[in-house]
C-alpha cells in the first residue's frame, strides 16, 4: 500500500513562497505519474502541477510560472516550489501518485493560506 505525507504548509503574505514536500513509502521512479491538487472550502478540487515518470510536467494556468514541481529519486519525494503567491492560492494542497495501473493514491492534505 502507497503512503504519502505531506509538509511544508503553512501561512504566508501574498508575494512569498512556500516550498512543499511530498513523501512516499516506496519508489517514486514506479509511479507513471506524481502531482499536486488542491481544494478550497466550497470548490472543487484541482490539478495544480503533475510530472510523468518520463520527466514531462504540466500546470494548471493558474499557476504557471510561479510554481515549480521536482522529485527527488533518493529521497523519494515530490516537491512544490511556490513563489509569488496569491490569496488565490489558499487551499488544502494534497499529493497524488498514479502507480503503473493507474490507481490514484492520496495524501493527507497540508494546508496553505495566504494572507496579509
Known amino acids: 500500500q502507497v503512503q504519502l505525507v505531506e509538509s511544508g504548509g503553512g501561512l504566508v503574505q501574498p508575494g512569498g513562497s512556500l516550498r512543499l514536500s511530498c513523501a512516499a513509502s516506496g519508489s517514486i521512479a514506479s509511479f507513471n505519474a506524481m502531482g499536486w491538487y488542491r481544494q478550497a472550502p466550497g470548490k472543487e478540487r484541482e490539478l495544480v502541477a503533475r510530472v510523468s515518470r518520463a520527466g514531462s510536467t504540466n500546470f494548471s494556468d493558474s499557476v504557471k510560472g510561479r510554481f515549480t514541481i521536482s522529485r527527488d529519486f533518493a529521497k523519494n519525494t515530490v516537491n512544490l516550489q511556490m513563489n509569488n503567491l496569491k490569496p488565490e492560492d489558499t487551499a488544502v494542497y494534497y499529493c497524488?501518485?498514479?502507480?503503473?495501473?493507474?490507481?490514484?493514491?492520496w495524501g493527507q492534505g497540508t494546508q496553505v493560506t495566504v494572507s496579509s
Open positions: 497524488n501518485a498514479k502507480d503503473r495501473t493507474w490507481t490514484d493514491y
